[in-house]
């Protein structure tokens, strides 16, 4: 089963950074992967996606020019880099395949912004 392990999330002051990582099981290579985020109570939000060749987009003009999504294939990891975080962005963050988030969750990293 494929397993999909994200991480990197804590507790940062507003206008800090934090990196978010998320390795697969399996390679993802050819994978379009995105990042996701989830509050309580509320439905599963798209935050930005990457596909194979690199091109990137943001869902959110809120997180554009704040947050970076990368990827390192040989390493089957995705990453999310976020700057001048600020406490509407703390929640839930999760990683899977774009659009479909087609393989299973993982736990989540929590990210937690304090003002």
């Known amino acids: 089963q494929v397993q999909l392990v994200e991480s990197g999330g804590g507790l940062v002051q507003a206008g800090g950074s934090l990196r978010l990582s998320c390795t697969a099981s399996?390679?993802?290579?050819?994978?379009?992967m995105a990042w996701y985020c989830q509050a309580p109570g509320k439905q599963r939000e798209l935050v930005a996606f990457?596909?194979?060749?690199?091109?990137?987009?943001y869902a959110d003009s809120a997180v554009k020019g704040r947050f970076t999504i990368s990827r390192d294939k040989a390493k089957n990891t995705v990453y999310l880099q976020m700057n001048s975080l600020k406490p509407e962005d703390t929640t839930v963050y999760y990683c899977?395949?774009?659009?479909?988030?087609?393989?299973?969750w993982g736990q989540g990293t929590q990210v937690t912004v304090s003002s």
């Open positions: 899977n395949t774009y659009p479909r988030g087609a393989m299973s």
């Open positions: 399996v390679s993802i290579s050819v994978n379009a």
């Open positions: 990457i596909f194979s060749g690199g091109n990137t987009n």
